[in-house]
């Protein structure tokens, strides 16, 4: 198992020297899961154009998020995404929103932590808008699905 | 069931009026696991302390995170905390660690976003730091735990 | 006529002190208009549910920027804003969206810098996704409309 | 007529992707003016030494902005200004401050929307700076003059 | 000697807990110092009009610093400075300008670390603008001058 | 002697244009030295694994000072760093602590702002850590030791 990047010999923290490593396209998907009552649900989804801006505001607050990955996680790198889509489904079968959110760049280092992070402040969004009326929203499976580009290349999530 | 408090007749949405509600002490904790493989939580939480960096940095970006809460979140109201922590305890027997965060402050508005935002964001600053040598963690449970003050009062997840 | 109170007797600018001064409610309203082509207008507010995102976004925008004014404005007061609001409407009798912010406190010092702000950002955003159809747009008629509260008190712009 | 290019087919507003454009050099030239009164405007520009700070402030707070336009602005892109410059000119014939802002970089996107925020804050930091003297203020004329550089070359406002 | 008060009884870093403080009328003046070469400090402070934006540009980013102090030190409390103040007297004698801050605000912490970020800031801008001619200058002499309010009191470096 | 590169020829601050330079790897060292009292430096740097935060703090808020000092240095051109490291160091012979911070990009413009200001940042933030037990603590020496890069190439402080 190899070591963790991030902490030099003596167990420090540093941001990492990335000014060797290939310019490279890269691109990253991640996913956030919002479970909540059917009722809900219900009112952020339901076809009435009213209630339309619960989805869209999570969607900017996750857009920003991403571009302001560098500045929440310590040890990120700055960097000039090209691309951030942030999608959000809901999915009346789990009484969940589904948030899929993809970042890409050109650059010597991944955007993985841009895609968690968008995904993570859409729905922390979804939450703050929906609170008044259920406290008991869980936010859950925030993981990495895939990612491509750089020297590790194409990874996939075990399905 | 009430209506969704951030949004209007319209279903435009606004950062409520909060100048007609008492300041109260409030205080709110939330939680967030981040689970992994053996191998990445003994690199993190073995007892040398040359690893002691990683929960250091997660905890840091954490708090930063709560005092950036009403930047992040879209409607949420600018607030003077008065306390944060954030606290994670390894947890071996299932392979994840555990982040509880605790904010406070005496005002008009609730704390529980900028609880869950610190929880958060101290999961994807372990993710970031561990993600060289474990790309397939995963957070979740990210919820609330328990809230005080405020009109309605004592709140706490159901067991 | 007054004297300019940023500036002290040396001319230097500073961040006045405005701490002797009484907490009182203090609210503004300010306005925005961003003049466009009639098909750009027609693209944005035809009631098709397609097209609303591109206000949801101005107003979403806007109201971030209420929050950020401290940092914009190098001589405004850090301040917690209770209430936020944008209204965005489209006026096809001049080709036009009027944007209308509200901003509201409870402090020692007005929230006239706020409601502009959130108002020109969000006249900005909408020139931002409009921009690829249409870079003739013009903001014009930024300009305070109405305060109340604080030692000067109510305020009214002429008709 | 094109279409909106930050709204993807089902109308939702995301970041465009911008990987596959060409890295050219890219400038914006963008203007505001801010009317007042007669004695507001000498009060701001009479040569004396002691009031050249109010000109100075609303240049850095213009410029400041420019690199803070992707943050502002939701669905703006990052990118890595190689010059801002902000220039402010009274003009004693129409009592009001004519504001041209100008943008560079090196990059695959356009720098309209920085110039055009550099030229807005610094509007707005002269109305916060001279509010105490004149609330009437109107910022008026916001838009772009001229574009050089990207797919669209050169482009410049109908006189 | 008393504790560190920022680490909890297991040496974790915290956000410590103010809510229980008396909210009363806090000031803190720190200084910084600026050394350079006898022509840098000549091209900064002579008479001469042409010169004046070196310290008026120090001056705003100081202010704005301060801030954004909250933002830079991870465990200070946000809080709503009421006056920030920045002073810069060119010392002809000791080759230097000497920077003065003074911040205030009627709250629950102190604000020495606010005036202590905006004299470092007033400083490195000082030195950012001038380092094409002079990359040999020092900052040094930064401390805490006197403090005024809370548990402690008043204070003041030893002459 | 070479002019001031951040005015123009009226005296006006503005962005300085880096277009036309080359990209060129460059570096920066800057240091900073926190002096305090014997017993404050031993209360930080005891072997004893309970005070390792406080290090580990003011590095962390070192790192991400770097990546923000576009934001508080109103003319620093933003820019990607591509490495920051900082460390600190008890110098119990001074009753000090020694901190070095090192930047890198390849990019037009260089890189001694952020290492300066990172420096500042850690020195700050061990300030605030300590200053409950130690108010009269000094930051000094706070100066470039080295750069590399860039069209003037290689630059050494004079020993």
Known sequence: MSRLTHLDEKGHANMVDVSGKAVTTREATAQAVVKMLPET?????????????????????GIQA??????????????????????????PESDAVLILATCKLAGQTGV???????????????????KAVDKGMVISEVKLLEKRGGKSGHWQVNP
């Open 41 to 61: 649900l219900h009112m952020i989804s339901a076809g009435e154009h009213k209630k339309g801006d619960v989805l869209a505001v999570a969607r900017i607050a």
């Open 66 to 91: 991403a571009k302001r990955c560098s500045d929440l996680i310590p040890l990120c790198h700055p960097l000039m995404l090209s691309k951030v889509s942030v999608e959000l489904t809901p999915k």
């Open 112 to 130: 993985e932590m841009e895609a968690l992070t968008a995904a993570s402040v859409a729905a922390l969004t979804i939450y703050d808008m929906c």
